[in-house]
């Protein structure tokens, strides 16, 4: 009989092996979809070490996603700078300096206040590249180009081709290594800290946590890893808008986290699987797709707030008290 | 000096609409502390139905100049209509939740309202085509002012004045300041929870709806108008104090003026300057110009 320790690791390479192989029993469309949640993936993560993990709910992350989208969109249009690690550092760099200052700000408040700062924040660079067309392209956006990635020019293969091939398992691999750093993260000292913040603060800060600068810590490491998530999705899109840092873009990661249950470290990313593909397969029946996916939301919050880990764990609960 | 009275007036009317949006949010915010997202929403069906009224009312051969009769009437109705379905059949649920949930929950309803919308009226824009006009523009102090618009500021000065006298000086308005105060202290006095609840949200929805409806003789509508709208709306509350209603007018004036100058002066700069007040006032205000008091 195996330990729960290494049943749970052994699920995980288990997934892990299966998304690996993914694209080579896949369909290319399904393959670009697998893709598409890498990135978004990487953005839950990084907003759930906020919303489930320090008890911050930032209803503008996806300002930080545009962050990293356009970092891409100009280093490769307007600088040929083409080389995606360098595209990536630089975007780190970017939406960590900009969460430092941001985050400034608004780690002082909590709750409503807290969401509706980043809201504001969200919102302000959204006029800021609809107005501005001339540097940003306004409403119709700006083009990506394809990246070159580990220095190779991969530009000889099909695009759906090099997106579902090369890119996919450099993603893939992207994917893993940001989910192992945050998971070292939250079990660390500092990821406890964080914890006992989001339960109670006072007792926290009495216990000689400096809860402002923990949350900020917080701030900037969600920042730079849905900045990241933005270059993977920009790339993999080719184009970026707008549209990506409106308040309801926003709404959408954080649905994703509650949907797959924020009181998880795995909740999140299997939110973001479940939307992306339930997305896909409700939008080809129906164009009123919004309808449903708020129809779930409601149902989410009412009845089932700790979204799908939360109820798979509730019934593994069960089943051993039945034992 | 014409220009600058023109934009001024432009801004005041744009300011009475969003007065209106953002008394419902203040109002439940006051009482049931909860962030509606969904009064942007609640705003765009006022509009959508209201070009449905008048339209129809024009089609059955009644006196046009009439419209703004059946207007008001429609999103009154409105409003009374979906305030307690949504109420009783969403709202009541997350009462004392966390304020995560309950912004996610209005959220939710955002999503469904946009849908319900396009399944009945479709994407494409639609107006009543200039009906406004029909009451002409008036010229005052060398300002040309559709005579519409100013209908439009005083209905608004009229529900705001309504609106102040209800809290004051009624049974109801007492009952509101004191529940928005201490909730407990309304329950141990025997006072019916649930039937407050269920008035107070009809009537920030009955204050969308109706700010809908009157917004339409003069513009287009399209099916985005309620997420835009609400993060207007949102500027306003967070300017003016969150659960404030003097807030609500103030800063309804203050965002609706600032935005038809920006547009006038500095295009680019139009929402961008709004935020940045915003943000400007949450970080050295954050309880807003007149937040922290009752509603």
Redesign the interface.
Known sequence: MMSLKSTKAFILIVIGLLLLGFPLVASQYVSYLMLTFFAYAIMVLGLNLLFGYTGLLSFGHAFFMAVGAYTAAFLTGKFSILCMEVIIVIAVIISSALAALIGLVCVRYIKIYFAMLTLAFGMLFYSFLLKFYYLTGGDEGMRVLQPHLLGFNLSEIPKMQFLTGNYYFYCFFIFVLLVFVMWKIVSSPFGLCLKAIRDNPEKAEYLGINVKRYRWYAFIISGAYAAIGGVLLGSAIGHVDPGLTYWTHSGTLVFMTLLGGFGNFFGPLIGGAVYIFLQDKVMSLTTYWRFIFGAILAFLVIVAPGGIAGVISSLVKKEKSIE | MESILNILFSGVFHASTLFLVAAGLQVVFGVQKV?NLACGSFYALGAYVGIVVVKSFVAGGFPTPLFIVPLIGAGLLLGFIIGPIVERG?IK??YGRD???Q???T??????I???I??IWGTSPQTTGGIDLIYGRLNLFGATVPVYNLIVILCSLIIAALIGYILLSTKFGRIIRATAEKKEMGEALGINMKMVYIKVFTLGTVLGTLGGALVIPATAVVSEMG?ELI?LA??VV?IGG?GSMKGAFIGALAVGVLKSIAISTF??????TI??I??AV??IK?QGLFGGGKV
Do not use: G, S
Not at chain 2, 107 to 112: D, P, R, S
Not at chain 2, 267 to 272: C, G, H, I, K, R
């Open positions: 962030f969403l649920f997350v304020e995560t949930f912004l996610l929950l959220f939710a309803i955002v999503m469904m946009e849908d319900v396009k399944f997420v993060v949102f500027a967070v969150l295009p680019e700069l139009e929402m961008l935020y940045i915003v943000i949450l970080m954050p």
